[in-house]
């Protein structure tokens, strides 16, 4: 596998456009890729801005979370934990590095806008296969440090299932599956950079066992809600998550 990162003239928020940065760029694509985007960048393409004179983080990450929990400031350096179109992530996603002066949010529906892309992608590169993720960074628990993770994707499936099949010894596995999406967003993100690299888009040639799809199973074949995740015994219980303006999900 070969992940090759591209660099793009900077985009202006609150709007700038992403695909003419990408076609002006030296990003090249063929049949079989898998192109990684930056969520960020996708915002600003969106105009998903938000001058940071208007409005407080805080009143801001309530609004845009669909749960958020509130800690004791006195205890913990982060102040708000949060759930945000799908994920447990800081503040719902909402960054203010290379903002120029703004809250820069997560896309409004991250999977559309990920299909959205991806169609123009390959329309203007003359393709039949193109993977297509949004990416962000997020820190997991019992870790320090950032991580890539998958925020959507289009044209491929997330995940590969070994259910049925054996293991080296020929015993079945019952439970396995293997989260593909994740791990070429870690990939991809791990070569664009976290800081002023300027690297938003990345190129993964090569994946193996990836299948690709004109039509992308729903997203729920990969993420799961709070009261099904395994370990909901630790994030939900005797917790006072709230339900943000963004709420779909009962607690």
């Not at 990450?61 to 205890?75: G, N």
């Not at 703004?102 to 203007?124: D, M, N, T």
């Not at 066992?209 to 990969?222: A, G, H, P, T």
């Not at 395994?230 to 917790?239: K, S, W």
Request: charge should be positive; aromatic fraction near 8%.
């Amino acid at each position: 596998m070969i992940i090759t990162p591209y660099k793009i003239r900077v985009l202006v928020p609150p709007q700038d456009n992403l695909l003419d940065a990408l076609f002006a760029s030296k990003l090249k694509l063929r049949d079989g890729d898998i192109l990684a985007i930056s969520s960020k960048v996708v915002s600003i393409h969106e105009g998903r801005s938000v001058p940071v004179a208007t409005i407080t983080k805080e009143e801001l990450v309530q609004k845009e979370a669909d749960l958020y929990f509130e800690t004791d400031r006195s205890r913990y350096q982060r102040r708000l934990f949060t759930i945000a179109r799908g994920m447990l992530v800081g503040a719902a996603g909402i960054d203010e590095s290379n903002a120029n002066g703004h809250y820069i949010l997560y896309p409004e529906r991250p999977f559309e806008s990920a299909k959205r892309l991806r169609r123009q992608c390959v329309r203007h590169y003359g393709l039949k296969q193109l993977g297509f993720i949004i990416t962000d960074s997020v820190s997991i628990p019992l870790r320090r440090g950032a991580i890539g993770s998958a925020l959507a994707w289009d044209g491929l499936d997330p995940l590969r299932d070994y259910r049925g099949t054996t293991d080296i010894f020929g015993r079945v596995f019952q439970m396995e599956t293997a989260n593909l999406i994740d791990a070429l967003a870690a990939s991809a993100v791990l070569c664009m950079g976290e800081g002023r690299e300027q690297m938003p888009a990345a190129v993964i040639r090569g994946a193996k066992n990836i299948v690709f799809r004109n039509r992308s199973r729903k997203k729920d074949q990969l993420i799961v809600t709070p009261e099904d995740d395994l370990f909901a015994p630790l994030l939900f219980i005797d917790r006072s998550w709230q339900g943000g303006q963004r709420s779909k999900i009962k607690k």
